[in-house]
């Protein structure tokens, strides 16, 4: 189908937002200026099941409403559908958000049919619990282009304490496989290995991260990433860290306008469209894709309200937001020492 012209908004920018701000996010989308990404999300979070194997103490997984865990075969067209009028704008759709993807047995088909409709990137983001040889072979074969992986400890005792149920070898194993399948079979599928790092100020979490590093470069190719990230709370829902209080110092709360209200959409498998990654439940609710079209709920009163709240640097009004930095560029990656 043909990309649709770029239509005014029905919102326009107040002339009281942050300046210097909103010209950063702008200038971080590759967009003239912050109205334009009013037009259709670039980036999209598309829960196609809500369920995982794993149960880390660092996740809110026991608190999701498990009451529809897979995304129905009408809701799931209805989006590819819409996102097909728009495959030069949009720039990247993970078919995940909260759970483990490669539980939806259906899942290959499914970033089948999202590249079938034009969609020029597309990610999945696992545990590589049940990353077998079919099952990578299988999304390799379907056109992933991205697989990240959350693998955060080559040792077994503490991959195992952090991601509970999962099985450090066969995890490892997995891994290591699907990097020789991807360049057998789709070398460019980029292959982005991401640990979560608590504490990483402390000695000897760096020289587990450089452990980590040191165990996976030999695998990774020229263009595919290892990444170290900081912890996160998931929007103030989970803290699980006995070091850490649950208190913000002042310069830990931000004003700054959160990119991810002008650049990505997250849908449930409801088919609800929540705030944001950390809102899993979609307690800030800002539309329903069964009820409306995706362009609709974009550019919608419930967004622009919470977009109004950001942009006018008052964020912390959402309880979500307070202290958050998960898409503060300068918090988004951990560089070790040295
Ligand atoms: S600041 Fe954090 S909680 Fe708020 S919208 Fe952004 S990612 Fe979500």
Redesign the pocket.
Known sequence: MDEQPLTAPKHRVPASYLGREMDDLAERLNLAKIEDALYFPKYFQIETIRHCNARCPFCAVEQWDMSQPLMRDPLFDKIVEELADYTEWVECVNMTRSGEPLLDKKIGRRIKRVKDAGIKFVSLTTNASLLNEKRGREILEAGVDQLLISMDSVDKEEYESMRVRLDFDTVVDNIKQFFRLRDAVRPETLIRVRAICPHPEKPERQEAMRRWKAFWEPHAGPDDWLQIKPLHNW?NAKVWDAEDDGAYSDDEIDIDP?I??WSTMHITAMGTVP?????TDADVMLGDINKNSIADVWRGDAFQAVRDKHGHGR?NE?S??VG?R??DPKHGTIELDG
């Open positions: 929007g959160c991810v209200l705030l944001c990654p950390h809102d964020r959402i979500f937001c958050c998960s898409f």
